[in-house]
């Protein structure tokens, strides 16, 4: 079974500063974290915050190439989770044609984001994932959010080294 699940935000493990994509259950309080790399959590949250760079970034120019081909993604699928590594298909259809591709879910959220896809999770990966509770505790404080627009205010092609934007 699928559960219909939004992107509630981004927050950072206090343990590891990594990001997490916190995706919510559109209707129960069942959240699924899900840690992710920063040049994705940037993907993401720009996005999520709809900030628009002067480039496409990757994710924005994989949507330009599927819209030229009229290529549509269905949904997004987080569809398993094995070893601490979560797994995602992004399903496809183009002219009557449906196809499945496999990604990480970080990459399938940023399109599914970018193209108003809906996200789907497995209800064995909700199992398998440890549970928050969100009516407990808001995964995403306005800190958070302030947080990660000086993140994306701030950037200058300078941090990404050698890859220019």
């Given at each position: 079974?699928?559960?219909?699940?939004?992107?509630?935000?981004l927050t950072i493990d206090p343990f590891t500063n990594s990001p997490i994509m916190i995706l919510k259950d559109v209707?129960?309080?069942?959240?699924?974290?899900?840690?992710?790399?920063?040049?994705?959590?940037?993907a993401i949250a720009s996005e999520l915050e709809n900030i628009k760079f002067s480039r496409p970034m990757t994710h924005d120019l994989m949507k330009n190439v599927m819209d030229l081909m009229k290529v549509q993604i269905?949904?997004?699928e987080i569809c398993d989770l094995?070893?601490?590594?979560?797994?995602?298909?992004?399903?496809?259809s183009r002219e009557g044609q449906e196809m499945t591709i496999d990604a990480r879910p970080s990459d399938a959220i940023a399109l599914?984001?970018?193209t108003q896809a809906p996200i789907y999770v497995a209800e064995v990966v909700i199992q398998k994932a440890r549970r928050v509770d969100l009516s407990a505790k808001e995964a995403i404080t306005s800190e958070d959010a302030k947080k990660w627009t000086e993140i994306l205010e701030g950037l200058d092609p300078e941090d990404f080294g050698k890859y220019k934007m």
């Open positions: 079974m699928l559960r219909q699940m939004t992107v509630s935000g209707e129960s309080e069942k959240a699924v974290p899900i840690w992710i790399g920063l040049l994705e959590a940037t269905s949904r997004v094995r070893d601490n590594t979560y797994f995602a298909l992004i399903h496809l599914a984001l970018r």
